[in-house]
């Protein structure tokens, strides 16, 4: 790495957050209403869709957690003025599960209490077994095997994301090459190490059966399940520069079983 090209953007000062919990069984709605509103929300509007077993998570006064996973809708937002953030979330206020919500938080948040939320999700000293895929399919056909995956976590940590990245843009001339519209990583979360075999077959299977259209390298476990990273055009050129400054393969590559096959749908 020779040099760093910087852009620097306005600063927002306000970060708002907005969180929804729903019921597991009105997850399909809640897909297919998030892939209908995802292209028309400002860049700055950031949805999270996080299946999770905490049992602390907003609930409104007198409804009581119904045990097992819950969907949370979470949202952050930077904006110029409490009333801009506001603006943008009110869009939420009318999805049509708003009259079934087990619970509804908004307000001003953080990057620390973000990420203070997050570390008590993704907490230190258990185990982790993660996969990952992105994805274009409509909300009709993830639903079925992203609903079954969410259904099936049984530990306390484990969470799965629906990470809504569109609308799409053009990608500059850089490594990181391929996206959809929608990011969903898996992470089992659990204690022992007899285990590691029932969590990794798991999640990289369920994964693998959400389709998609690659993966990102920093959720994803090449040693047991290889998909596609980057465009094939970058892999093509990263295969050259190998070859000419590391013939020998003196530096290890990425751990896989077939690296000829690593940027392939296997």
Not at 49 to 74: E, K, N, Q
Not at 116 to 145: F, I, K, M, N
Not at 252 to 260: G, I, K, M, T, W
Request: glycine share 6%; hydrophobic share 40%.
């Amino acid at each position: 790495m020779t040099a760093f090209h910087l852009q620097t953007y306005p600063a927002y000062p306000h970060v708002w957050q907005d969180t929804w919990t729903f019921a597991l069984a009105d997850g399909g709605t809640l897909l297919a209403w998030m892939h209908e509103l995802l292209p028309q929300l400002d860049r700055r509007v950031e949805p999270v869709i996080a299946a999770t077993r905490l049992p602390d998570v907003p609930l409104d006064p007198g409804v009581p957690h119904p045990g097992g996973t819950v969907l949370l809708l979470h949202t952050t937002v930077m904006a110029s003025s409490p009333e801009e953030a506001a603006s943008m979330l009110a869009v939420f206020d009318d999805g049509p599960l708003a009259e079934r919500r087990l619970g509804h938080v908004r307000g001003a948040t953080s990057i620390e209490e973000e990420n203070r939320a997050q570390a008590g999700q993704s907490p230190e000293g258990y185990r982790y077994a993660v996969d990952c895929t992105w994805t274009d399919a409509p909300a009709s056909s993830l639903a079925p095997p992203l609903l079954r995956l969410w259904s099936e976590l049984d530990t306390e940590h484990s969470f799965s994301i629906w990470y809504g990245w569109a609308p799409d843009r053009p990608l500059p001339d850089m490594a990181f090459s391929v996206e959809g519209n929608v990011y969903i990583a898996t992470y089992a979360i659990y204690e022992n190490a007899a285990d590691d075999e029932k969590y990794r077959s798991w999640v990289h299977s369920r994964t693998a059966a959400l389709g998609g259209a690659g993966v990102y390298l920093g959720d994803t476990d090449f040693t047991r399940r290889q998909d596609r990273f980057v465009s094939d055009t970058n892999f093509e050129r990263l295969s050259a520069v190998r070859g000419k400054w590391d013939p020998d393969g003196r530096f290890v590559s990425y751990l896989c079983a077939d690296p000829a096959r690593l940027n392939s749908r296997v």
